[in-house]
């Protein structure tokens, strides 16, 4: 059959597939889509910038420009099916330029056309059913999207690579796209910074290879002043830190503690992690490189073939081993192809380990096995390994279970869903957000003069912490038309007495700035399609009207109150406490707002690193959570003092 017809129809497979399982998978609504991604965008088109502060914590500040045409669909009203179409097919041109490195690298000698064309196919199935490249199939996460930048590049190095005339040339294309895709998103760093491994081919010179690295060098600069330079100017400009609030330990912006940020929620904690994770990533457990169920055995396999190369080069010489191998060896393009694979896992695995970061691998990872399999097995057995690997995966895809990370939606309307209050959308107010999950997103709905804070959350703020300032000119310009906004968090026919005590709690949280809940300008904010399945008890479903079943968040005017001084007290007391408590832990409190705010009989703060929440409880408890596991009773205040508490730092990792 000709080549074009067969491209042809593997490319329409690829589109129709990823059209199909994003339908399948239905409309994500992603705790990072409520939190900043469609806030972003909207913050950074309408010169927001400086106007609201920390409205999606410190997200807020990440570059906006990869959810720009998510949000513009929304903004446009276009239908959920739609959105979700155009970014599937876009997400397609990952399994285009897949087929096209597929067919490049398993190019193998002694084996007909046809063959050849079966073997690149396996390995783009193989490399296709991921559970996190499906999940992220027509949905608004920037990692897939960025991928295609990534793949892109590689192609363009391989090529590079068996063409040496044009490989400069080749080269400065892929590091223009390499550092568009790292200025849309730093964790794509690692995959830039391993495309070095091509300038190691095998028959460069010396003068070569320099020119090389520098064009790669230069390229992927412009590259990312491209996409980042005018978003790294405008954080400058206004908090004069380009990567604000990133580095910060370096730019020392006032609005931000002095940290840096290195989010440590799957960070191998020793050499015996980085080197068990490929191994530990089969497991089908969650939190083992990502939040959910997503066993892959696609990397234990490529790196028990690499070991097995480096087994094969020591034992090349025994009569048997070379009758077994032939005469087979890895070209100059399928080297250095394995070492970008293998240097860009360890890269991400030292400096993230999130499988949501890890896309492009995910992807290459199946030609990757298919040419360690073919270098290490006699022909007519690699494809039937590569039919059962695939088997394998499908499986282990099927069985993990979710469609999309947190709620899938159906496909029938506007993305969002939402019955806002006009009083919400018809008048500019401040809202200050009291939850971890900001719910940014809705300051796109809202009248265009509001403006938005997250006081309580990941990056917690007070008027004597960094960026006090701002919160208190915010404070000042909409006196009088300030709101507090949180998720409804009580169970469906709640006691008043119950409603009371939660509202109370709020109070306790707004004390500082001398404010308190109007609970007689209360708005609910319903998620039409989010059904609240939290019932007091005696409380049955079909005694409640349908519109209470959906899931809230509540908006509240406030209104003036005098600041309470035994709350205050209590609350620096325990910021007094927590920072010596912090002391003998440092590396795991390294980036902890020093704002403490009160939690239902806890006042509490986090450090936004580790995601580890510490705090005082109303028993004088020293208390510990964090995600995965139920609080721990660290001690008491008084034996903490006394020195008979000894904290183990160790155990608050999240792998333990």
């Known amino acids: 059959m000709n080549k074009k017809i067969l491209d042809g129809v593997v490319y329409t497979a690829s589109l129709a597939l990823c059209l199909a399982l994003s339908w399948y998978a239905g409309a994500d609504y992603n705790w990072d889509l409520r939190n900043y991604y469609l806030y972003g965008p909207h913050a950074y088109l309408n010169g927001l910038i400086g106007k609201d502060f920390m409205a999606g914590s410190f997200q807020s500040y990440l570059n906006p420009l990869p959810y720009v045409p998510f949000y513009l ?69 920037a990692d897939i999207s960025l991928s295609v930048f990534v793949l892109a590049a590689v192609l363009l190095l391989l090529k590079g690579g068996d063409e040496p005339e044009r490989l400069l040339l080749y080269t400065f294309v892929a590091g223009i796209l390499l550092g568009a895709a790292t200025g849309m998103k730093l964790t794509n760093a690692p995959f830039a910074l391993a495309a070095c491994v091509f300038g190691f081919l095998p028959g460069l010179h010396l003068q070569r290879r320099v020119k090389f690295f520098a064009v790669l060098g230069a390229s992927g600069l412009i590259g990312g002043l491209l996409t980042a330079g005018h978003w790294c100017w405008i954080l400058y400009r206004e908090f004069g830190n380009p990567f604000f609030p990133l580095l910060n330990k370096v730019f020392r912006s006032p609005d931000f503690i002095a940290a840096n940020h290195q989010h440590a929620r799957f960070l191998p904690e020793s050499l015996t992690d980085v080197m068990t994770l490929p191994f530990r990533m089969v497991d089908p457990v969650a939190w083992v490189y990502a939040e959910i169920i997503a066993p892959d055995m696609r990397f234990a396999v490529f790196f028990a073939a690499c070991a097995s190369l480096v087994l094969v080069a020591v034992l090349k010489h025994v009569s048997v081993v070379h009758e077994w191998l032939g005469a087979k060896a890895l070209s100059g393009s399928q080297t250095v192809f394995v070492a970008y694979i293998a240097v860009g896992w360890l890269l991400w695995a030292l400096v993230s380990s999130n499988g949501r ?206 600041i309470d001084p035994e709350i205050e007290r209590a609350r620096t007391r325990a910021a007094a406490i927590l920072d010596k408590v912090q002391q003998t832990c440092p590396a795991k409190f390294a980036a902890t707002s020093p704002a403490v705010f009160r939690s239902n009989n806890a006042w509490e703060r986090s450090d936004m690193n580790t995601d580890l929440w510490i705090g005082i409880d109303d028993e004088d408890h020293i208390v510990l959570k964090r995600p995965r596991s139920p609080v721990r009773v660290l001690g008491t205040v008084s034996a903490f003092e006394r020195g008979e508490v000894k904290l183990d730092c160790g155990q608050m990792a999240w792998q333990r």
């Open 357 to 562: 970061y890890l896309i492009p691998l995910l992807l290459l990872i199946g030609p990757g096995c298919g040419v360690l399999l073919w270098r290490l097995l006699p022909l007519r057995y690699v494809k039937l390994i590569l039919v059962l690997l695939l088997a394998v995966q499908m499986v282990q895809v099927y069985y993990a279970g979710k469609r999309r990370f947190n709620v899938a939606l159906d496909w029938d309307g506007p993305w969002f869903k939402l019955i806002i209050p006009q009083k919400l959308t018809a008048e500019p107010h401040l809202s200050l957000s009291m939850n971890v999950l900001s719910n940014a997103f809705l300051a796109v709905f809202y009248h265009s003069d509001s403006r938005f804070v997250n006081i309580v959350g990941q990056n917690s703020l007070s008027l004597t912490t960094p960026g006090g300032q701002r919160l208190q000119r915010l404070l000042d310009e909409y006196r009088g038309r300030t709101r507090v906004i949180f998720e409804y968090e009580l169970p469906i026919g709640s006691s008043d007495n119950l409603r009371k005590i939660y509202y109370g709690m709020r109070n306790k949280q707004l004390n500082q700035f001398g404010l308190r809940i109007d609970e007689t300008d209360c708005l609910p904010i319903e998620h039409r399609p989010l059904l609240n399945v939290h019932f007091a008890s005696g409380v049955q479903p079909e005694q409640v009207p349908e519109s209470e079943l959906y899931e809230k968040i509540m908006s509240c005017g406030l209104k003036p109150a005098s």
């Open 73 to 141: 669909m929304v903004k446009a009203g276009w239908h959920s099916l739609v959105i979700g179409s155009v970014l599937a097919t876009f997400h397609a041109l990952n399994l285009f330029f897949l087929w096209a490195i597929c067919k490049r690298v398993m190019h193998v000698p002694n084996d007909s056309p046809l063959g050849r064309w079966v073997l690149a196919l396996l390995c783009l199935l193989l490399g296709t059913f991921s559970v996190l490249f499906l999940m992220e199939l027509g949905a608004s996460y």
